[in-house]
Structure formats: structure tokens, C-alpha cells
């Protein structure tokens, strides 16, 4: 099985593990190994108080691209740290994408940047995560 054909296959198994992202409404668009690009429309259920996305429910959308990306090289891997930059407010009806994207590697360590942007393709928030991976495999 060639490297992509292998991403695929490890995302077709993942997807339906990860209820919360179901709840949320997420949908993968894309993947192949190290890169991930998800969606989620903002609903009114999502708002905070200022009537605005909730910046946790974002934040959740760029960690999700960011463990698919993480786990798509057939090693599994969690989160060993994170961080996120918020530029600008979702809104109600927003399409939201988050573009998780490799930019190292060393040892069992490996570094995600994701970009999250609206339909109008505005940058809502920069998001970068830190993965390790743990035993185990996802395909033997």
C-alpha cells in the first residue's frame, strides 16, 4: 500500500471513532499523510454570550485537524501541547476549514500548524500543536 493510499485508509478508520467531532458536525474534506483539511458550519448552539463562536468550539476543530494529520502516518500519536491564536470572530452560518499541515519532524515528535479560515477565506485563528506517538499502530 503506497504512502497516501495508507493515510486514507488509517482516516477511513479514525472518523468514525471520534464521536465528539461527529456531535460538532465536523466533515474531513482531505487527508494524506500530514496534512488534513476539516469543516464545521458555526450554529446558533455555538454561540457564547457575545453572540459570537464559542473560541473553545474553534479551538476544537483545529485540534481535531490536528490529530487526524498527527495520526495519519499509522503511528498513533496524542497531543503533547498546543496553543492557538484567535485574529477574528466566527459567526452564525460560518463555514469554518481547518488546514492542519506538518512543518517537522524528530524522533517521536512531530509539529502541526493549522489554519482556520470562514467561507470568505478570513483567517479566524492560527493554531499550532505538538504531537508524540505513543505504542501501537492503526493498520498491522
Given at each position: 500500500?503506497?504512502?497516501?493510499?495508507?493515510?486514507?485508509?488509517?482516516?477511513?478508520?479514525?472518523?468514525?471513532?471520534?464521536?465528539?467531532?461527529?456531535?460538532?458536525?465536523?466533515h474531513?474534506?482531505?487527508?494524506?499523510?500530514?496534512?488534513?483539511?476539516?469543516?464545521?458550519?458555526?450554529?446558533?448552539?455555538?454561540l457564547?454570550?457575545?453572540?459570537?463562536?464559542?473560541?473553545?468550539?474553534?479551538?476544537?476543530?483545529?485540534?481535531?485537524?490536528?490529530?487526524?494529520?498527527?495520526?495519519?502516518?499509522n503511528?498513533?500519536?496524542?497531543?503533547?501541547?498546543?496553543?492557538?491564536?484567535?485574529?477574528?470572530?466566527?459567526?452564525?452560518?460560518?463555514?469554518?476549514?481547518?488546514?492542519?499541515?506538518?512543518?517537522?519532524?524528530?524522533?517521536?515528535?512531530?509539529?502541526?500548524?493549522?489554519?482556520?479560515?470562514?467561507?470568505?477565506?478570513?483567517?479566524?485563528?492560527?493554531?499550532?500543536?505538538?504531537?508524540?506517538?505513543?505504542?501501537?499502530?492503526?493498520?498491522?
Amino acid at each position: 500500500m503506497n504512502k497516501q493510499a495508507l493515510a486514507e485508509e488509517i482516516l477511513r478508520r479514525f472518523a468514525p471513532l471520534d464521536h465528539a467531532s461527529r456531535l460538532l458536525g465536523m466533515h474531513l474534506l482531505e487527508g494524506r499523510a500530514g496534512h488534513v483539511r476539516m469543516s464545521m458550519r458555526v450554529t446558533e448552539a455555538m454561540l457564547n454570550a457575545q453572540q459570537i463562536c464559542h473560541g473553545g468550539l474553534i479551538f476544537t476543530l483545529a485540534d481535531t485537524s490536528f490529530g487526524y494529520a498527527s495520526n495519519s502516518h499509522n503511528q498513533r500519536a496524542v497531543a503533547a501541547s498546543c496553543s492557538i491564536e484567535f485574529l477574528a470572530p466566527a459567526q452564525v452560518g460560518d463555514e469554518l476549514t481547518a488546514e492542519a499541515s506538518e512543518v517537522a519532524h524528530s524522533g517521536r515528535t512531530r509539529i502541526y500548524d493549522v489554519r482556520v479560515t470562514n467561507q470568505r477565506e478570513e483567517v479566524i485563528a492560527v493554531f499550532r500543536g505538538k504531537s508524540t506517538t505513543v505504542k501501537g499502530t492503526w493498520i498491522e
